[in-house]
């Protein structure tokens, strides 16, 4: 039987939605007060695994989920050995550098070697000021409310994901650049998807088909 | 001025409860709906930070707050340079391991080498089983919902957090060992403590004449 990895958060909805539209209902998930983590489709076609989104591609990889759904900016951070197979185009997103709206720098390159830069996403932010700018930034591990570090004053700069700007706009900060702009994206176990398991294939070829697609990106 | 970062989540009540008792109200943090994550008390002494648990020890290290409230788990976990002050004794939980309650495995050294071991304590479960136990376990790194790593078949065992073993039981899992127990700890940037910044020491003095500690735990 199928399984899917979903995304607790910002994209289950409208990856609820795509399963719905090729025929799988996972909209259980959805109801309120809900606790369950793994539910049957009621056609008894596929079961899906509710977990975190940064979750998705180890269940993913490890070919207990034969498909995921999961934001780009997770793959780019955490460079899972899973195919990636079709942008999804929702969850629209993008990531990038923050500076207060006083702040003296007007672009990345401006930041003085050794600044402070607050992130989530360490490997992102390592790769954009190591490798694209040869920056030397000293990378500050956060899990929450990033804002936080250039309010108090530990950080210079930010990296993290930007959907609406309201977040950045309430805490005054401005985006001085754009790393790279993310969409859910639809992953798959590669063996799996190569050895049509479970008619893997068939499942992502319902996706693509419900998305107009017929070419897309393979492999990731 | 004193800066003091509180934690998210399970020890925020009883935190903001303590910085209560000594003179310090951080309440506001409590509010039905409050979104600001940096306030100032009445009194005009000190201002509260409300960030992750995994932060806590991240803007204390780096004294954008001269004290903070963390559990042990997490300074276990991250192993932070900040001086470890008082045990709060509130927050009790314990890192166990644990397994399907149907598994042959009575205790951690049965797991058979190569094993897999999901957990959100990485560095926690490694130490345990290559440190202690000696046994190559493969850990598998999860953001939530650790319990369905056996669930789903992905790994044999977990490494988590228990408190009242309630999600333990309701997944079916069985805890085989107790790596260490844990409660909430004052931890302070050391520098602030040793220099006395923003009056740090006399603070603490308070925290532990509050809970009638004359003699408690020096440097963490």
Not at 91 to 100: F, H, K, L, N, T
Not at 101 to 125: D, E, G, I, T
Not at 156 to 182: C, M, P, Q
């Amino acid at each position: 039987m199928l399984t899917v990895a979903l995304p607790k958060g910002a994209l289950l909805q409208e990856s609820i939605e795509l399963f719905q539209s090729i025929g799988l209902d996972f909209s259980a998930f959805l109801a309120p007060g809900n606790r369950q983590l793994q539910i049957a489709d009621p056609t008894g076609q596929a079961q899906g695994l509710l977990v975190r989104a940064q979750d998705v591609p180890v269940y993913v990889e490890y070919g207990q989920a034969q498909l995921g759904i999961v934001g780009y900016d997770v793959l780019r951070e955490k460079q899972p050995n899973v195919a990636q197979l079709v942008d999804l185009q929702f969850g629209y997103c993008r990531m990038s550098v923050a500076v207060p709206q006083n702040s003296a720098y007007r672009s990345a390159r401006q930041l003085p070697p050794h600044s402070r830069v607050a992130s989530k996403f360490v490997h992102c932010a390592h790769d954009y000021f190591y490798g694209q700018l040869d920056l030397p930034v000293e990378i500050i591990t956060l899990y929450g409310s990033v804002e936080l570090g250039p309010i108090t004053g530990m950080s210079e700069a930010i990296v993290d994901l930007v959907s609406s700007g309201r977040t950045l706009k309430e805490n005054g900060l401005v985006e001085l650049e754009v790393l790279y702009e993310s969409t859910a994206r639809l992953v798959a176990h590669p063996l799996s998807y190569r050895l049509d398991i479970d008619s893997t294939r068939q499942w992502v070829q319902s996706v693509k088909a419900q998305l107009g697609q017929t070419e897309s990106l393979e492999q990731g």
